[in-house]
């Protein structure tokens, strides 16, 4: 069984940035890797998916796009997730995964999943 250890959550002022970075337990077979984030109450949402393959293309929800930047090192078996300008509605759960078959914004596709790391934006 792979794992996933997220880190570089926190918490931050409003405008301020983070990286997030997942870290897998062994080499990942996998087609992309895909963050996703929770808020209380709420299903998982998609953030934004980078493929391993076709030269790294990547996808965002709409509400970060220009704000977040998602980026791997294979080599390190490691993922991450670059987020500027925060908002305090980025406030929630940050997760990663991996999907192994193709980028996609459904966590239904996705097989491994990380612990979660809380990210907390202030005014």
């Known amino acids: 069984q792979v794992q996933l250890v997220e880190s570089g959550g926190g918490s931050v002022q409003t405008g301020g940035s983070l990286t997030l970075s997942c870290v897998a337990s062994a080499a990942i077979d996998s087609y992309a890797a895909g963050w996703f984030r929770q808020f209380p109450g709420k299903e998982r949402e998609f953030v934004a998916s980078?493929?391993?393959?076709?030269?790294?293309?990547?996808y965002y929800a709409d509400s970060v796009k220009g704000r977040f930047t998602a980026s791997t090192d294979d080599a390190k078996n490691t993922a991450f997730l670059k987020m500027d300008s925060l908002k305090s509605d980025d406030t929630a759960v940050y997760y990663c995964?991996?999907?192994?078959?193709?980028?996609?914004?459904?966590?239904?596709?996705?097989?491994?999943w990380g612990q979660g790391t809380q990210v907390t934006v202030s005014s």
């Open positions: 980078i493929s391993r393959y076709t030269g790294g293309s990547t």
């Open positions: 995964a991996t999907n192994p078959l193709r980028c996609s914004w459904s966590r239904h596709d996705y097989q491994f």
